[in-house]
Nanobody
Framework: QVQLVESGGGLVQAGGSLRLSCAGS????????MGWFRQAPGKEREFVAT????????DYADSVKGRFTISRDNDKNTVYLQMNSLKPEDTAVYYC??????????????????WGQGTQVTVSS
């Protein structure tokens, strides 16, 4: 069993920054790829960013490329999402997820096995 707990969400003005954290426990966290997704009201859950097991490979949705950075600290069992130049359209609940048994990331939600409870990010204009 894996537990993922997100933190760091909140209310920020457009152009501001937030850093989300996702703390994992229960398995060898550093062996698996991780991802961040988001879901706005009335919309499907969408891919934001993913990182491979070592942190050496990352991928981003076009909508956040150049503004968001995913990273991980396997010694702390934590993955981060640094969000800069935030826009109102970034408003959503952000979820972290883990691909058990997989070293590389994916942009497909069904490729992930466990999810956190989510953290709300609200960007005001």
């Amino acid at each position: 069993q894996v537990q993922l707990v997100e933190s760091g969400g909140g209310l920020v003005q457009a152009g501001g920054s937030l850093r989300l954290s996702c703390a994992g426990s229960g398995r060898t966290f550093g062996t698996y790829a991780m991802g961040w997704f988001r879901q706005a009201p009335g919309k499907e859950r969408e891919f934001v960013a993913t990182i491979n097991w070592s942190g050496g490979s990352t991928d981003y949705a076009d909508s956040v490329k150049g503004r968001f950075t995913i990273s991980r600290d396997n010694d702390k069992n934590t993955v981060y999402l640094q969000m800069n130049s935030l826009k109102p359209e970034d408003t959503a609940v952000y979820y972290c997820s883990i691909r058990i048994g997989r070293l590389t990331g994916s942009s497909w939600p069904d490729a992930y096995h466990y999810w956190g409870q989510g953290t709300q990010v609200t960007v005001s204009s």
